[in-house]
């Protein structure tokens, strides 16, 4: 087939890991015959320093027309002025609004081999199989936010059909799973947590009533988390909620830099991009951990132009290299710890011969 991707690499690492990632669909496409023209634009900081906005309408014209969007990640020190005007961030809230990419899926499935890079003690961690739907066009980071000499404030709202689309989609993933959804959210204090809990209440009952819903209050399920990880099955929860709870569920595979993300709305066009930042702190080192983003690319083949089997390959490309120990710094715990470059060619090696 042939596929049109709009690659972001953005900032910071970005650009490191979203490189391993074309890497990766390059020889996908060279071993399954297919044909994917990759186009680079600019996001982010990098957008911010050549046009002075976080996201040039170029950008957004090209991912509209696109089959699927890769995205490094954006931001960093350099456009951290809290009074700055334009900041990278924008960019990314502004793409995932304007493509209606309102759900993000976050799956974590520890990897036995790393799961010494784990904080977590090892018998909690065998059998966890997680995926985490977060809402990502609502709630607070997109509502009104004013600022004074003395107080600040920020809006968080949610509509019931913003509500009911992303349990939906949770509840329709849990299907394909083992048809358990756990609906995260604070009703005990917040109105938008009550409305949310109705809405999902409601559709579960109504439209899936062969998918078991319980309901955990945000801060209890923090802990829930950490100490019985393989209770839940898929999790769906507001916009900060999720983000929050997905790099602690980070912690469960062992790095941040493992996990992928696929963000999907009802158009045609999804993104995909790993859950961590620009890790300003390790950025043009080479080390950064390339597997998150790696996945992401398996996602986007499976969500967003139908290769089930390429993904496959991708993920089992990248187990055998975890299971050989190819550990970038993030994951060697000291040990013999590989450059980016070398976690991506023990990945395309395994696509040439294992498949
Ligand atoms: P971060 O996710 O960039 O980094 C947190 C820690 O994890 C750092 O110590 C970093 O070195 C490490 N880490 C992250 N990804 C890694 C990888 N692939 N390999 C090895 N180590 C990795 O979060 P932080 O430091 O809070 O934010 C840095 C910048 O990134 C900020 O400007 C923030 O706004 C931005 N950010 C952007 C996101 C995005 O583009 N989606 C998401 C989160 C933060
Ligand atoms: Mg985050």
């Known amino acids: 087939m042939h596929a049109d991707i709009v690659v972001l690499p953005g900032d910071g690492i970005g650009p490191e890991v979203t490189a391993a990632a074309v890497d990766v669909l390059q020889a996908v496409a060279r071993r399954y015959s297919h044909r994917f023209t990759l186009h680079e634009h600019l996001i982010g900081g990098a957008a911010i320093d050549a046009t002075g906005t976080p996201l040039p309408d170029a950008t957004l014209a090209a991912a509209r027309d696109a089959d699927a969007v890769l995205l490094g990640a954006?931001?960093?020190p350099k456009w951290s002025d809290p009074n700055a005007a334009v900041r990278p961030e924008q960019g990314l809230l502004a793409i995932r609004k304007a493509l209606g990419l309102y759900a993000?899926?976050?799956?974590?499935?520890?990897?036995?081999?790393?799961?010494?890079?784990?904080?977590i003690k090892p018998h909690l961690l065998a059998g966890?199989?997680?995926?985490?739907?977060?809402?990502l066009t609502g709630g607070i980071y997109?509502?009104?936010?004013?600022r004074t000499e003395t107080s600040a404030s920020d809006l968080c709202s949610y509509t019931v059909a913003e509500i009911e689309r992303v349990v939906?989609?949770?509840?329709?993933?849990?299907?394909?799973?083992?048809?358990?959804?756990t609906s995260v959210d604070k009703a005990n204090v917040l109105e938008t947590s009550r409305l949310w809990r109705d809405v999902a209440t409601r559709i579960a009952r109504d439209e899936f009533p062969d998918i078991t819903l319980?309901?955990?209050?945000v801060d209890s399920m923090a802990m829930h988390l950490?100490?019985?990880p393989r209770a839940f099955d898929v999790i769906v929860t507001e916009n900060m909620f999720g983000d929050i709870l997905?790099?602690?569920?980070?912690?469960?595979?062992?790095?941040?830099?493992?996990?992928?993300?696929?963000?999907?709305g009802d158009g045609s066009v999804g993104m995909y991009e790993p859950i961590h930042g620009s890790a300003p702190d390790i950025a043009g080192q080479g080390i950064a951990n390339p597997y998150g983003t790696i996945l992401s690319a398996a996602l986007l083949l499976r969500y967003s132009l139908g290769l089930s089997m390429e993904a496959g390959c991708i993920e089992q490309a990248v187990d055998s290299a975890l299971e050989d120990g190819v550990f970038s710094a993030d994951l060697a715990a000291g040990g013999d710890a590989r450059s980016t470059r070398e976690v991506t060619a023990a990945v395309l090696e395994r696509i040439e011969t294992t498949c």
Request: aromatic fraction near 2%; proline fraction near 6%; include cysteine.
């Open 74 to 76: 954006v931001g960093g």
């Open 104 to 119: 993000n899926l976050r799956p974590t499935r520890p990897h036995s081999a790393a799961i010494g890079a784990s904080p």
């Open 128 to 135: 966890v199989d997680l995926l985490v739907v977060r809402e």
């Open 142 to 146: 997109f509502g009104e936010r004013t």
């Open 168 to 181: 939906r989609r949770a509840c329709l993933l849990a299907r394909g799973r083992r048809g358990h959804v």
């Open 214 to 217: 319980e309901h955990q209050l």
């Open 226 to 228: 950490l100490s019985k």
């Open 246 to 264: 997905t790099d602690e569920a980070s912690m469960l595979a062992g790095s941040l830099g493992l996990l992928p993300s696929a963000s999907l």
